[in-house]
């Protein structure tokens, strides 16, 4: 199956990422669908930078780096 362009996660809303998810799946589009993956990306990216948000200002630096290299590692491919 070929790949879908990479889409900034930030160009949709959860709520917006959450629905098309919600409509593929109610049409049985299969997992490995690039739009079905695309979405849970869209919605992974969400999770993490509602997380981001709400730790603003307690981090340290060395949190900082250390958890800029699990995100690194973290990349779907």
Known sequence: ????????PAS???SSWSARLAALKSRHVP??????IECREG?????????IDAER????RAGVDRLR????GAVAS
């Open 1 to 8: 199956m070929p790949q879908a362009p990479v889409v900034d």
């Open 12 to 14: 949709r809303t959860a």
């Open 31 to 36: 997992d490995d669908d690039p739009r079905i």
């Open 43 to 51: 919605l992974a990216y969400w999770r993490v930078r509602r997380s």
């Open 57 to 60: 200002g307690q981090l340290s």
């Open 69 to 72: 290299g699990q995100l690194s």
